[in-house]
């Protein structure tokens, strides 16, 4: 017998995806966002584990972040699918360590989220402001500094508290879907 949660494509159904073997977002619909770029190239889906107003989310110190406003969410026990109509007009930009993708879109210049291979599978992190409900996140962000991070602790460190990504990109563009 086929297992529910397993859809015929061998992907993961998303509700009822969570890596510790439960999904608190299973019967709750507030627990899904949507959102994606500007131009709607770009689409995301997110799960989360928590409540939009309780997430803590982070603005990072990087130039790159400030100069996009970035509040960006990682729910280790959630989970984030990124697809786009035309994966030519996605910029997949690296810096620094060039340890993550920031997936940034070609045609609106909208930056929608990183993704991260580690030991744990593709991560990832998305930035809030590309999402439909933005305005429900209300908490304020941290404001970490990774500068000094070793690139291994920085690896650690998004293996264990970036959320699981499933990146649909119809193509080998890069990406393993995480399972």
């Known amino acids: 017998m086929p297992d529910p949660a ?5 992907m993961p159904d998303p509700a009822s995806y969570n890596p510790a073997g439960h999904n608190p977002n299973r019967h709750n619909p507030a627990g899904h966002h ?20 309780d997430a803590p989310l982070r ?3 990087c130039g790159f972040c400030r100069a ?4 960006t969410i990682a729910d280790r026990n959630g989970l984030v699918e990124l697809r786009a109509a035309d994966w030519p007009l996605v910029e997949r930009y690296q810096f620094g360590s060039r340890t993550a993708e920031y997936i940034v879109c070609r045609r609106c210049g909208v930056y929608v989220a990183a993704v991260c291979h580690t030991a744990s599978g593709l991560r990832a992190v998305v930035n809030v402001n590309c999402l ?6 209300t908490q304020p962000p941290a404001a970490p500094d990774y500068d000094g991070e070793t690139t291994e602790a920085r690896l650690d460190r998004r293996a264990a508290n970036w959320m699981p990504a499933i990146v649909h990109d119809g193509a080998a563009g890069g990406y393993a879907q995480d399972d």
């Not at 949507?34 to 107003?53: D, E, K, M, P, T």
């Not at 439909?132 to 996140?137: G, I, L, M, W």
């Open 34 to 53: 949507s959102g994606g770029c500007h131009c709607g190239n770009i689409a995301v889906s997110l799960r989360l584990s928590v409540a939009a107003g």
């Open 6 to 10: 397993m859809p015929p494509s061998g």
């Open 68 to 71: 996009h406003a970035t509040r």
């Open 59 to 61: 603005a990072c110190a």
């Open 132 to 137: 439909s409900d933005r305005a429900t996140f």
